[in-house]
């Protein structure tokens, strides 16, 4: 057998099994003796969903400045040099996907993206960073109300969305976690009656971090109830926290604490609770709306708009609580 025939052959191993760490790994190797090195790094991706601590994937995915997954005993990263931030960078690859984006998450080598056909269906899209080639999708049955944006949790990522229950018209929630490699359906699957109507609704935020998943869930429109807060435990999906806030706009999460901006009315303020017990810490009153929320160490950075007619933003930081 030549060695083209080979790689062939593997190829189509490796296709029909996405889950076999060992024929990915042998579908790699293969590539990059015949020099399609990009595409081995591809094979190399899937094989790390299945096998991380293979010391061949290892090895192979060491050197690779934008993988964050298993590094051996030297761990990995979750930062990138960028060199020439301030000057336009080459273009790469590019890739149409539906007709609107609607969110983007980057992470172990691949890029999710939900987007949303001419028909406003809202749905989940997976390519390899390593070459721009699609992997995988995932299209949604239901009548999706409102979708998060993508969240990376190590090798899985989670979708999180609201969509209606055909048989009594009610909003529910639905988390489910996907491989980020090949898509393929992970024990995470919960589903929520949210006790709301059938309406328009919006996620103000969505995070992940130390194991939790947060969610701000709000009307969109004149619709009359109070936006809610929801955080589960990223591997059973348990519930840890649920809680309505009076004008929720915006919400940052760091693993430990989790701040909350609202704007209702007169009342508008800064909150920060511990997680997971949802105990309140502290708020701060506002003059103005915050519109972003990040968290840096000890510090929260709120975004807020300039009182005179003017399109620049300014931002204010907080001091935070010391991290105990």
Do not use: Y
Not at 134 to 150: D, G, H, I, M, S
Request: proline share 6%; hydrophobic share 45%; with cysteine.
């Amino acid at each position: 057998m030549t060695l083209d025939a080979e790689v062939r052959a593997l190829e189509r191993t490796a296709r029909a099994r996405p889950d076999d760490g060992a024929a990915q790994v042998g579908l790699a190797a293969a590539l990059t003796r015949v020099g399609r090195r990009r595409e081995a790094l591809e094979a190399f991706i899937r094989a790390a969903a299945a096998e991380p601590g293979d010391p061949e994937i290892v090895q192979a995915l060491a050197k690779v400045e934008w993988w964050t997954g298993p590094r051996g005993p030297g761990g990995g990263s979750r930062a990138l040099r960028v060199t020439g931030a301030q000057k336009l960078p080459s273009l790469t690859k590019a890739r149409k996907l539906g007709a609107t984006g609607l969110g983007l998450a980057v992470g172990r080598g691949v890029v999710v993206a939900r987007v949303s056909d001419e028909k406003g269906e809202a749905h989940l899209e997976a390519l390899a960073l390593a070459t721009g080639r699609f992997l995988w999708t995932c299209q949604e049955k239901a009548t999706v109300l409102a979708a998060a944006p993508p969240l990376i949790a190590g090798d899985a990522v989670i979708d999180a969305v609201v969509f209606i229950e055909q048989e009594d018209k009610r909003a529910r929630l639905r988390l489910r976690a996907f491989s980020l490699a090949t898509g393929k359906l992970l024990p995470l699957n919960v589903e929520l009656d949210l006790a709301l109507p059938p309406a328009p609704l919006a996620f103000e935020g969505a995070a992940v971090a130390a194991g939790c998943i947060v969610l701000g869930i709000v009307p969109s429109g004149k619709i009359d109830f109070q936006p809610l807060v929801k955080v589960f435990d990223v591997e059973t999906g348990k519930p840890l926290e649920s809680s309505t806030v009076r004008g929720l706009n915006e919400l940052a999460f760091d693993g430990d604490f989790l701040v909350l901006s609202a704007a209702k009315d007169a009342a508008r303020r800064i909150e920060a609770r511990r997680l997971p017990s949802g105990e309140r810490l502290w708020h701060a009153a506002r003059d103005e709306r915050t519109q972003r929320l990040a968290i840096e160490g000890r510090t929260v950075v709120a975004a807020t708009p300039r009182r005179r007619s003017s399109p620049r933003r300014r931002t204010r930081s907080t001091p935070c609580l010391e991290m105990a």
